[in-house]
């Protein structure tokens, strides 16, 4: 359902401007973590709080990864399909 | 100035108790890590460390001794009493007063510390236990050396995370080369094994799920380990005169800041480190043999450091042989710098360069003779031993044969 994957791009985005102290606006899916000045260090710190807003473990390789809004959105859908396999959130691996 | 001697050496690692089974280890590269055991497993994510599992407080401390004393103050002291004895020294009234004691720490008593606030915020007890806060102070190996030894000089411990140790034995290399006093025992120690401090690690995100395999491709991260060591420096000229065992020298030593950032190396800081090594010990460049890297096995560390070194030794870097001891006894975090010092300074003394192990091939961003798997047979002249902490603050001793 597309209303889902855009309720967890706002949920996502929202705890990236919480996170990073800037303002929701000025984050997009096609926001990259260099545009945004996300360093590695900010990039931990944003799983550890996407994995407390939703709840879901996101692995140490995964989490390395991920260098856009995009692939965390991405990811973080995999990751609550994966909890409850009849949710339709699930979209194709980045 | 004086030369400075290393005339004891006392280590407490995964690979033993003791000096000795630490070098058979390192010289069979053989590694120390294995399944954690002083945490229950499933607390964290990664489920191996490098303990001192051949440690057994009740075989070096009394009972009441070891009520007051954390686990990385009990390793400062071990090794301390280890290298004490291995140097031979015997004792004045005036000997202790011009001895100094400097030790690296960079979490000090947290073990205790994490158990007395589980007592106060989970188990609801409403009284704290007298000892709480001098076991869990960072100085407290430094001063459990002084009381054992009766050493009276300047005691002090020195916090600046993973480069803990090697500051510590680099303002001791200074004092005794100076003359500001006349031995000085100088080391770090860690003990970093608790739920508490294992979680915020896990938040790091920089630990290994499996091995740490420094320089290597499929390295996934660093793996904790805990222990001491300690040296006694004392002046060349004294050694010889006592007729003392010298396993080598501290010749030179070198700081400096990256001022970027807390966790992301820059090869630039590490560089500069190297060359004030290299300058305050008056050795050229082509005269190192042998680097023991800081080889955390993390992505970030080892790419940044292996640019340093070329940037420091340029046509010469070929030539040189890069290990990570590491990959055997783990990141000892404030007792690292001392671990490895020990380690550099058996090698040179024995001939033999330790290997870095659980290499199982190139990266091509970390393209050094990091002497694979299989420890190497070579005499060396000079050696360096790197340490780089989080905040940015590197570390670097010089060491000669």
């Known amino acids: 359902m597309a209303g889902d994957s855009t309720d967890l791009e706002a949920r996502v985005i929202k705890v990236i401007a919480k996170t990073q102290r800037i303002s929701a606006e000025s984050v997009s899916i096609d926001s990259t973590f260099e545009e945004l000045k996300i360093d590695s260090l900010d990039g931990i710190n944003l799983i550890f709080a996407l994995e407390s807003e939703f709840n879901v473990d996101i692995p140490d390789e995964d989490a390395r990864a991920i260098g856009s809004v995009r692939q965390m959105v991405q990811g973080i859908a995999q990751l609550l399909a994966a909890k409850s396999p009849q949710s339709t959130l699930g979209q194709e691996p980045a | 100035m004086r030369r400075v001697a290393v005339t004891g050496i006392g280590v407490i690692s995964a690979l033993g108790a003791t000096r000795e089974s630490f070098w058979q280890a390192l010289a069979a590269g053989v590694s120390g890590i ?10 964290v ?5 490098a303990e001192a599992s051949d440690y057994r407080a009740a075989d070096h401390f009394d009972e009441k001794e070891i009520l007051v004393l954390d686990r990385f ?14 140097a031979g020294l015997e004792w004045t009234e005036d000997l202790r007063d011009r001895t100094a004691i400097v030790t690296g720490a960079s979490a000090g008593g947290q073990t205790s510390e994490d158990e007395s606030f589980r007592d106060y915020y989970e188990r609801k007890q409403t009284r704290f236990p007298p000892f709480a806060i001098p076991k869990a102070m960072s100085n407290a190996g430094a001063s459990r050396i002084s009381f054992e030894h009766g050493i009276t000089g300047p ?18 290399f200074w004092m005794v080369r100076s003359g500001a006093v006349e031995i000085a025992l100088a080391g770090g120690s860690e003990a970093p094994f608790s739920p508490g401090m294992l979680k915020a690690w896990e938040g790091m995100r920089v630990v290994s799920p499996d091995t740490c395999r420094p320089f290597s491709c ?17 002046p060349l000229e004294r050694a010889k005169a006592r007729g003392a065992n010298v396993y080598g020298e501290i010749a030179g030593f070198g700081m400096s800041s990256d001022a970027h950032h807390l966790t992301q190396p820059l090869s630039d800081g590490s560089a500069r480190a190297m060359r004030a090594a290299l300058a305050d010990a008056g050795a050229a460049v082509e005269s190192v043999g042998y680097i023991n890297a800081h080889g955390t096995g993390t992505l970030a560390n080892d790419p940044t450091e292996t640019n340093a070194i070329r940037a420091v030794f340029g046509a010469h870097t070929e030539k040189l042989l890069v290990s990570s001891t590491k990959s055997m006894h783990g990141h000892a975090l404030g007792a690292a710098g001392a671990i490895e010092a020990a380690a550099t300074l058996l090698a040179l003394s024995r001939g033999l360069i330790p290997p870095t192990a659980n290499y199982l091939g ?17 005499e060396v002249e000079w050696a360096l031993s790197n340490s780089f902490a989080f905040g940015g603050l590197n570390a670097v001793l010089a060491m000669r044969r």
């Open chain 2, 34 to 43: 294995r399944p954690m055991e002083l945490v229950p497993a499933g607390t």
């Open chain 2, 45 to 49: 994510r990664f489920p191996n460390a």
């Open chain 2, 73 to 86: 103050a009990q390793f400062a002291a071990l090794a301390a009493r280890e290298a004490v004895r291995d």
């Open chain 2, 155 to 172: 005691v002090f411990t020195i916090s600046t995370a993973c480069s803990s140790a090697n500051h510590a034995i680099g303002q001791a």
């Open chain 2, 218 to 234: 499929d390295r996934k991260g660093l793996i904790l380990g805990e222990g001491a060591g300690m040296l006694v420096l004392e």
């Open chain 2, 362 to 378: 190139p990266d091509p961003t970390c393209d050094l003779d990091v002497i694979p798997n299989v420890a190497r047979e070579v």
